[in-house]
């Protein structure tokens, strides 16, 4: 394999083949073989391979016959031009690990870690090539079997093992932060200029910090919501867990919003963390643990389904199973059951007969496609069919709105350079559309877009679609965007 940052020089194939002589490729076009790249010449590394545990799956990776056809939809190539950071390279890279030509080492986990995890690929993939869960293997070998140097290992594991699943702390955190936010004292540092002094990562890093929403939803955990008039679904709602304290608000909408549409909604107490970020980072484990959980509370309550209105946390709730296909068969079935209810709430609402009973909102509106609602869960006419419902609310589409906007879960802290690069591309767009209005349907795009907004010279605001269609079944009258 060539230098980093020159592998892909094949007009077909794509790999590194500069030095084609020092290379043979396999002429049999069965898979393995078909992608067999031997060495002549040049001292093939160490041999590492994966270790036991999940890991990427022939199965899967041999759907990749190379076309490049994903190259461009892939924010990390676009960005870099480089195959190692596309979805064809990272590929190449699990099997080379596999073949044990590639050690499972800081390379192929720095190729592996800049991935978004977006899944534009998997849409622009003519075979079929299932990404995501080839990503999300990759990563689980890189969390079982590679040592992050530094502080990074510590953070990861307090974050991860001793946050996320653990409300109690969660609210705590949640606590502290709304007091520095409140205070005064997050104003005072920030005029002071003393995060100058700082890397300028760390500056933009806490552009990105969630506002805590007092009272946390925490508090509503338990509640039973009921319709004003005849219940034509009884819904659980899944509130997640950094959603608790920095979306309260939206989290209240939902509710409403369901409410207003004939659910009972029931917030069962017992849930917790789905494990979206966990799932993401590899550590399959915990996230089993968290999904467990999960599937016991949901179905035991006897709903018709369940609702969420975070894309990230609704991909991860309907791909549960993969989590035990092949670690707990019994627990499997379970899990397909659970998944077969779940719903993102524009889903959900899209697909029945919704309350159309809406107020006039002038304004001229965006929508950004989250990527785990566009690419991983394929609901794109959904939010769309809806706001179309609202008087008054001019949709002008975003160019590249299925583009990632970089928040990706936590890839806005820890791969913060590419996030930024990849929002001020977004904000580009959104400049283009002329829009005051922002509307995404996922906490996560929420935030980044919001810290777009925030150093922008335009000011706008950035909703959730529930939240405007909560904002439209208002009574009164006025605009949206005040
Ligand atoms: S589009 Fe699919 S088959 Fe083609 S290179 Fe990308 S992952 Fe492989
Ligand atoms: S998931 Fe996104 S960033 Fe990762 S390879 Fe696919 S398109 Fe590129």
Redesign the pocket.
Known sequence: MGPEGNPCAGPVCGFNLRDEEKFRISESSRAPEMIEIQEKTIAAPAPSGYGPGEAPQWEFYSKCIHCGL?LN?????RELGLEM???RG?IYQMIQVERGRLPLGESFVQHID?????????T?CPSGVE??RL?ESARAQINRYYVRPGIGRRLRHIFFHHLLPDRQRLDHLGTLLWLFQKSGLETAILKSGILKLLPKRLERVMALSPRMEKPFFTKRLGKVVKPDGEVRYRVAFFAGCIANLAFARLNDATVRVLARNGCEVVIPEAQGCCGALHVHAGIRDKARELAKQNIQTFLDGGFDYFITNAAGCGSVLKEYPLLFEHEDREFYERACAFTAKVRDVTEFLAGIEFNRNFRALRARATYQDP?HLG?AQRIRSAPRQLLAAIPGLELVELKESEV?CGS?GIYNVVQNEMAERLLKAKMQRVDETGAELILTANPGCLLQLRAGVARSKRKRRVLHVVELLDEAYASGTGPADK
């Open positions: 994903c939809a892939c924010p990390t190539y950071d596309s979805p990272r800049s991935c978004l995890d977006c899944r534009a690929c998997e622009a990404y995501g990503v990527c690419h990632c990706a």
